[in-house]
Every structure is written in structure tokens, then in C-alpha cells.
């Protein structure tokens, strides 16, 4: 039957505020998702009361659509980042095709969502009790996190119906009214771009918010997304085009949106009140810290915050802190690997592979298990767990057996196991494998030989389940604003200014040598962002703006010699489908100069059957059945 237009209001008011699930107390800006609701209230009531609005206003923020994200390690595996050392997960590297299915984002809960922020928007608009100033931030954040849903959706599906009124149905029958033909891909994004621009100017230009929006937050998205948009307008095809513009950007649009990318962060530059993170005169442990100190960081533009007193709390670090020193009997389960971690360049700013091996193909000796990593940008120690290394104040035990003189393996099959075999000319069992592995096949453990880093909370209790770890997921940071304004100034042929936006970044990393504006290339571009935004849930809409993907997940598969003496490390098309890891061993030959250094073999573990296809259909996500079959002005993607 029809309801009322009061009692729409109030059943929108009671799906808004009863699903909070937050603390005690919205007194200030800062505790804002801390609320919890504990009767339903009608519209006009809330937008009476800044308090209840911003109770409102926290679901709609929770709402805030990721792909990647803290929550959810196992993403981070889905393509060469990482491997997934967990039993359940090993499938991730075992698909030979990403299904069209993947990443769509094109559903009645997101559009439910659109509908429950043009309700707030219009209701805000309609309301005369509160403060105008307050009453208009609030209509600012909720547009904010609207045009976030439509640049969400937009990367993954191209042009989609653009509704940015409430939707009623009158039960007549008909629902024609409804149903909305696809935007073309342009108009969302310049969608996206308008809205921002118009509340950039209303939100708070405050440097010290972090989890709510502001002018700065704003911008970031808008330099965001403008520089996708230019990018797919420069790098798409024939192939990647619906004749209505609902998938495809010409190109001719493509500097356009490529100074809109470049103004947008030089606001944020220029504004002087976000810097890059730099209190730590070690700069691997600076760059780790940066994710996880809440206190004062200048970098942080906009994020997801976590507390732990209203336990919003999350299990990153249970189930990825190093399964030797681990606060619970678990952990490990994301492996970073060497296809990532040979990408960090040397501090002369040249690509080189590891050397496990010479240019004989003999094996390289090494006394310390950490020095083949020495002389590499300091974000490879900051994003991973390298052998040898430490994690909060534990020494990480990764080594995978003893190496004799005749090349024989003496091994185990668990965490630091002491096999009943002995050594030559030892009669005492021994460890004769990691606390941490690797072994192959045994989830928890280091299969890549590296445990990730970034992320870690490096607090007391965050590994433990009653604990656990309130560390922010961030979504906009200082960081990606000059590499946002390296890039786009570089597609805009100012070759000097991009080398000046791209130079503090690499200074933050010990490489200190400046590239000059002739090598700033697009390689260098993609090459930086690539180690600068490892697991960070970039890696995929990077790969399909710049339609890199297919070319580099292309179903061949890979051997250990693409990774030893490597030439086209910094390559855009360098493929990467398969995982592959790096294993230190002790070397055996007692008195030989070499006994007990250690010795590095390239390894692709068993589970990795597989290698990844991305084909040109994945680049747009496929329309559901049933979205096309309740519209009939919806058309499908192409290739598809």
C-alpha cells in the first residue's frame, strides 16, 4: 500500500539512526561516530538538534564505499601485491581469469544509499532551525560523500543513472518515473568535480579534522578524480567506448581534466597546512609510522577512523602481525612479494634485481641476512617485513633451511622446527627452519619470505582479539597530492614542475639524488606511485586509468629468470602475474669463508598454479542481470 509522505520520514529516520552502532557521546566534531541512538525520531525533529543531525550524518559516513581496505586483508592478494598465507585464500592465485563480475559497485544498497543522502540533502535544505552555518556544513559533507559514491562507482562501471533527487514510488503500476538512462562517463565525473567545487569553500578548512570532511578533503578527491578522468580520456580505445559516451572519454577532454587534476592540488600545496610525515630520523621507521600515529600527522587529509574505547576496532594486525613474536597464536596471512619488493629502486635511483645470484648465476653470500636489501629506498623497510627485521621490538625469524655444499635442502615443515636429522658433522638436532618459515604451504607463514609492514599497529594488545587496533585507514593523504600534481603537470608537458612535486616524496625516501626533468617519464610515474601506495588501494584503478592492466596481468605465466638479473624492472608493461617470493637459507660448509651466510633463491610457492588474466572487458565491471531486466534504458558495458 502507499505510505505517507510522514511516514516515509519517519521510517528514513528510523533506517538512519537505528543502525548506529557507535558509543556514548557526539559533544564534538571529533567524537562524532561515537553516538548511539536510542529512540526513532521524525525528520523535522532531528534537523532541529546539530547533534542528532551529525548522528545522521555518521551512518551516512560509514556508508563511505572502499574497495581494499583494513578491514579486509585478503584484497591486497587478489593481484601481484601480495600473497594470501591463509588455506581458505590460496584460490586468489589460482584464477586464470578476474570474472566481469569483479569490483561492481551497481546495486539496490547503493542506490539505497544515494536515496538516503538526497533525503538528508533535501531535508536539510527544507529545515530553518538550526544555524545556517551549521546546517550548511552538514549539506556540504553529505554532498561530499555523495559525489565519493558516484567517483566509486564511475571507476568501476562507467556512466551510471545520475539521481540526485529523492525517489518515491507512487504503487501506481507504472514505474516508468524511476528508471533513469545511464549519464555518459564524463558527466559523472564532471559531476563529481562540480560538486566538490561547490563545497570546498562551506567545508571547514581545517587541517586538524581528519575523519570528517573539509576544504582539503574535498580537493584531494577532486584532483583524484579529475586525473582518472584525463587519463582515461588520453589512454582508452575503440574497444573501451559505447556510442553514447556511457563508457569512453574522448580525448580531446583530456587536458581539461588534467589541469583541473593539477589546480586542484596546488590549493592543497599552495594552502600550507599539510605537510609529508617526517619525525623520524629513521626513514623506513618514518614512513611505517605515518599510518599509524594519530597524533598531530600533518599528512593525513581524510580517513576512516577507528577507536578503541567504542570498540570500532578492526583485526589487521591480528591477523598479519609475525607469527613468531605474535600476541594470539595467529598472524602472517598477507606475504608481500617480490614482484613488489624488487620494484623499490637503489638509492642511485637505478632498478636492479636482488642479487641472489651473480652474472655467472652463482650464488651471492651474504653475512647479514638484511644486506641484500641495503642501498634500497627506505619504504621498501617501512611497507615490509624483511627478514632479520623487527616488528615491535622482536627480531622477525624468516630463513627456510640450511644449504649444504652439494646444494642438498635440510628443512622442516613447521615453525622453527628442530628436525631428528642433524647437520654434517653435528650430532645435535638443530632449528633447521624460521619461527616464522617460510614453508611452503603452511598458512600463517612468511611463503614469500616477506611479512607486510604497512598497517602494523605497533601498540600493545593491537594483536590481541580482546584488544585488537583502532589505526585509521587513510583515504587522502598529502603524499598522493604531489604525486597527484607530479602527474598531471607532467601530462601538461611542465616536465620541471612535475620533477619539483615528485622530488619531496623521493627525498622522504633517501633518494636524494633529484631526477631531472628529462627523466621524468610516464614510467618514473607509475614506478613511484606504484612503491609509494603499495597496499593502499590504489594499485587496481591506477592499472585501469592508465589501461596498463590487461597489458600487465596478460596470462603468461613467469619463471624465477624474470626476477634474477632483471633488465625491465621499472617497465610499465612488465609483466606481473604471478607471485613469486624470495627465500634466504644458511649456507652449510663449515670451514669454507661462506659457512653460515646466507644465500637467497627465488621461489613461486606451490599454491600459485596460475597466473592472472585481466581481460579488456574487466576494465568496466559488468551490469547485473537484474538491474538490466528492471530498466530498460540501461545498456550493457562493452565487451561484455
Request: contains cysteine.
Given at each position: 500500500m502507499?505510505?505517507?509522505?510522514?511516514?516515509?520520514?519517519?521510517?528514513?529516520?528510523?533506517?538512519?539512526?537505528?543502525?548506529?552502532?557507535?558509543?556514548?557521546?557526539?559533544?564534538?566534531?571529533?567524537?562524532?561516530?561515537d553516538k548511539?541512538?536510542?529512540?526513532?525520531?521524525?525528520?523535522?525533529?532531528?534537523?532541529?538538534?546539530?547533534?542528532?543531525?551529525?548522528?545522521?550524518?555518521?551512518?551516512?559516513?560509514?556508508?563511505?564505499?572502499?574497495?581494499?581496505?583494513?578491514e579486509?586483508?585478503?584484497?591486497?592478494?587478489?593481484?601481484d601485491e601480495?600473497?594470501?598465507?591463509?588455506?581458505?585464500?590460496?584460490?586468489?592465485?589460482?584464477?586464470?581469469?578476474?570474472?566481469?563480475?569483479?569490483?561492481?559497485?551497481w546495486?539496490?544498497?547503493?542506490?539505497?544509499?544515494?536515496?538516503?543522502?538526497?533525503?538528508?540533502?533535501?531535508?536539510?535544505?527544507?529545515?530553518?532551525?538550526?544555524?545556517?552555518?551549521?546546517?550548511?556544513?552538514?549539506?556540504?559533507?553529505?554532498?561530499?560523500?555523495?559525489?565519493?559514491?558516484?567517483?566509486?562507482?564511475?571507476?568501476?562501471?562507467?556512466?551510471?543513472?545520475?539521481?540526485?533527487?529523492?525517489?518515491?514510488?507512487?504503487?501506481?503500476?507504472?514505474?516508468?518515473?524511476?528508471?533513469?538512462?545511464?549519464?555518459?562517463?564524463?558527466e559523472?565525473y564532471?559531476?563529481?568535480?562540480?560538486?566538490?567545487?561547490?563545497?570546498?569553500?562551506?567545508?571547514?578548512?581545517?587541517?586538524?579534522?581528519?575523519?570528517?570532511?573539509?576544504?582539503?578533503?574535498?580537493?584531494?578527491?577532486?584532483?583524484?578524480?579529475a586525473?582518472?578522468?584525463?587519463?582515461?580520456?588520453?589512454?582508452?580505445?575503440?574497444?573501451?567506448?559505447?556510442?553514447?559516451?556511457?563508457?569512453?572519454?574522448?580525448?580531446?577532454?583530456?587536458?581539461?581534466?588534467?589541469?583541473?587534476?593539477?589546480?586542484?592540488?596546488?590549493?592543497?600545496?599552495?594552502?600550507?597546512?599539510?605537510?609529508?610525515?617526517?619525525?623520524?630520523?629513521?626513514?623506513?621507521?618514518?614512513?611505517?609510522?605515518?599510518?599509524?600515529?594519530?597524533?598531530?600527522?600533518?599528512?593525513?587529509?581524510?580517513?576512516?577512523?577507528?577507536?578503541?574505547?567504542?570498540?570500532?576496532?578492526h583485526?589487521?594486525?591480528?591477523d598479519?602481525?609475525?607469527?613468531?613474536?605474535?600476541?594470539?597464536?595467529?598472524?602472517?596471512?598477507?606475504?608481500?612479494?617480490?614482484?613488489l619488493?624488487?620494484?623499490?629502486?637503489?638509492?642511485?635511483?637505478?632498478?636492479?634485481?636482488?642479487?641472489?645470484?651473480?652474472?655467472?648465476?652463482?650464488?651471492?653470500?651474504?653475512?647479514?641476512?638484511t644486506?641484500?636489501?641495503?642501498?634500497?629506498?627506505?619504504r621498501?623497510?617501512?611497507?615490509?617485513?624483511?627478514?632479520g627485521?623487527?616488528?615491535?621490538?622482536?627480531?622477525?625469524?624468516?630463513?627456510?633451511?640450511?644449504?649444504?655444499?652439494?646444494?642438498?635442502?635440510?628443512?622442516?615443515?613447521?615453525?622453527?622446527?628442530?628436525?631428528?636429522?642433524?647437520?654434517?658433522d653435528?650430532?645435535?638436532?638443530?632449528?633447521?627452519?624460521?619461527?616464522d618459515?617460510?614453508?611452503?604451504?603452511?598458512?600463517?607463514?612468511?611463503?614469500?619470505?616477506?611479512?607486510?609492514?604497512?598497517?602494523?599497529?605497533?601498540?600493545?594488545?593491537?594483536?590481541?582479539?580482546?584488544?585488537?587496533s583502532?589505526?585509521?585507514?587513510?583515504?587522502?593523504?598529502y603524499?598522493?597530492?604531489?604525486?597527484?600534481?607530479?602527474?598531471?603537470a607532467?601530462?601538461?608537458?611542465?616536465?620541471?614542475?612535475?620533477?619539483?612535486?615528485?622530488?619531496?616524496?623521493?627525498?622522504?625516501?633517501?633518494?636524494?639524488?633529484a631526477?631531472?626533468?628529462?627523466?621524468?617519464?610516464?614510467?618514473?610515474?607509475?614506478?613511484?606511485?606504484?612503491?609509494?601506495?603499495?597496499?593502499?588501494?590504489?594499485?587496481?584503478?591506477?592499472?585501469?586509468?592508465?589501461?596498463?592492466?590487461d597489458?600487465?596481468?596478460?596470462?603468461?605465466?613467469?619463471?624465477?629468470?624474470?626476477?634474477t638479473?632483471?633488465?625491465?624492472?621499472?617497465?610499465?608493461?612488465?609483466?606481473?602475474?604471478?607471485?613469486?617470493?624470495?627465500?634466504p637459507?644458511?649456507?652449510?660448509?663449515?670451514?669454507?669463508?661462506?659457512?653460515?651466510?646466507?644465500?637467497?633463491?627465488?621461489?613461486?610457492?606451490?599454491?600459485?598454479?596460475?597466473?592472472?588474466?585481466?581481460?579488456?572487458?574487466?576494465?568496466?565491471?559488468?551490469?547485473?542481470?537484474?538491474?538490466?531486466?528492471?530498466?530498460p534504458k540501461?545498456?550493457?558495458?562493452?565487451?561484455?
Amino acid at each position: 500500500m502507499k505510505k505517507t509522505s510522514q511516514m516515509k520520514k519517519y521510517i528514513y529516520a528510523f533506517v538512519a539512526i537505528a543502525c548506529l552502532s557507535f558509543g556514548q557521546s557526539c559533544k564534538k566534531d571529533s567524537e562524532f561516530l561515537d553516538k548511539q541512538p536510542t529512540s526513532t525520531l521524525s525528520v523535522e525533529a532531528i534537523w532541529k538538534d546539530p547533534n542528532l543531525v551529525l548522528t545522521v550524518l555518521g551512518d551516512l559516513y560509514d556508508r563511505y564505499p572502499d574497495f581494499q581496505r583494513i578491514e579486509s586483508w585478503w584484497l591486497f592478494a587478489d593481484f601481484d601485491e601480495g600473497f594470501a598465507s591463509a588455506g581458505g585464500d590460496y584460490f586468489r592465485h589460482q584464477n586464470l581469469e578476474y570474472g566481469y563480475d569483479a569490483w561492481r559497485y551497481w546495486d539496490i544498497e547503493v542506490y539505497k544509499l544515494i536515496n538516503n543522502l538526497n533525503l538528508f540533502i533535501k531535508s536539510g535544505q527544507e529545515a530553518a532551525a538550526l544555524k545556517p552555518a551549521d546546517r550548511d556544513r552538514f549539506l556540504a559533507e553529505a554532498r561530499f560523500i555523495r559525489a565519493g559514491v558516484y567517483f566509486e562507482m564511475v571507476k568501476r562501471m562507467g556512466g551510471v543513472p545520475l539521481i540526485t533527487v529523492p525517489l518515491e514510488y507512487d504503487y501506481s503500476g507504472n514505474p516508468g518515473y524511476l528508471q533513469y538512462p545511464r549519464a555518459k562517463e564524463a558527466e559523472i565525473y564532471d559531476f563529481v568535480i562540480a560538486e566538490l567545487e561547490a563545497v570546498k569553500t562551506i567545508l571547514p578548512d581545517d587541517a586538524t579534522e581528519k575523519s570528517r570532511a573539509t576544504k582539503a578533503a574535498a580537493l584531494a578527491m577532486e584532483t583524484r578524480a579529475a586525473l582518472y578522468a584525463g587519463s582515461i580520456a588520453k589512454y582508452s580505445n575503440s574497444q573501451l567506448s559505447l556510442p553514447g559516451g556511457e563508457v569512453g572519454i574522448s580525448s580531446t577532454l583530456a587536458n581539461g581534466y588534467f589541469t583541473k587534476a593539477l589546480n586542484a592540488a596546488k590549493q592543497i600545496i599552495d594552502g600550507g597546512k599539510y605537510s609529508l610525515y617526517q619525525k623520524n630520523p629513521n626513514l623506513s621507521d618514518n614512513f611505517a609510522a605515518l599510518f599509524t600515529d594519530k597524533g598531530s600527522n600533518p599528512e593525513v587529509i581524510f580517513a576512516k577512523d577507528f577507536k578503541l574505547k567504542t570498540n570500532k576496532v578492526h583485526g589487521f594486525t591480528i591477523d598479519n602481525q609475525p607469527r613468531s613474536s605474535a600476541e594470539e597464536a595467529q598472524g602472517g596471512r598477507l606475504n608481500p612479494s617480490l614482484n613488489l619488493v624488487q620494484s623499490f629502486e637503489k638509492l642511485d635511483n637505478s632498478y636492479a634485481s636482488l642479487a641472489s645470484v651473480d652474472a655467472g648465476g652463482n650464488p651471492v653470500y651474504y653475512t647479514n641476512i638484511t644486506d641484500i636489501f641495503a642501498g634500497r629506498d627506505a619504504r621498501l623497510a617501512g611497507t615490509v617485513i624483511l627478514p632479520g627485521t623487527q616488528f615491535k621490538g622482536k627480531t622477525v625469524d624468516i630463513w627456510a633451511g640450511y644449504q649444504l655444499a652439494n646444494g642438498t635442502i635440510i628443512t622442516g615443515d613447521n615453525f622453527g622446527q628442530m628436525k631428528d636429522k642433524v647437520l654434517p658433522d653435528n650430532p645435535a638436532s638443530v632449528q633447521v627452519v624460521g619461527k616464522d618459515g617460510p614453508v611452503d604451504g603452511l598458512e600463517f607463514s612468511a611463503q614469500s619470505g616477506f611479512y607486510v609492514r604497512k598497517y602494523l599497529d605497533p601498540a600493545t594488545g593491537s594483536g590481541q582479539i580482546g584488544t585488537r587496533s583502532d589505526v585509521w585507514w587513510i583515504r587522502y593523504r598529502y603524499a598522493e597530492v604531489l604525486l597527484n600534481a607530479a602527474e598531471a603537470a607532467f601530462e601538461l608537458g611542465d616536465l620541471g614542475a612535475a620533477a619539483g612535486y615528485i622530488k619531496p616524496v623521493r627525498d622522504r625516501a633517501g633518494l636524494t639524488t633529484a631526477l631531472t626533468p628529462a627523466q621524468i617519464t610516464f614510467d618514473r610515474i607509475v614506478h613511484e606511485r606504484k612503491v609509494e601506495f603499495a597496499f593502499e588501494g590504489q594499485q587496481l584503478w591506477d592499472m585501469k586509468r592508465w589501461r596498463l592492466a590487461d597489458k600487465v596481468w596478460n596470462g603468461n605465466n613467469m619463471s624465477a629468470a624474470d626476477f634474477t638479473n632483471a633488465t625491465n624492472i621499472g617497465s610499465v608493461t612488465r609483466t606481473s602475474t604471478q607471485v613469486f617470493g624470495l627465500w634466504p637459507y644458511k649456507y652449510y660448509n663449515p670451514g669454507n669463508a661462506n659457512h653460515l651466510k646466507y644465500v637467497f633463491k627465488v621461489i613461486k610457492p606451490s599454491r600459485v598454479t596460475a597466473a592472472h588474466r585481466f581481460r579488456i572487458g574487466n576494465y568496466y565491471s559488468s551490469i547485473a542481470q537484474d538491474v538490466l531486466n528492471g530498466n530498460p534504458k540501461i545498456i550493457r558495458n562493452p565487451n561484455q
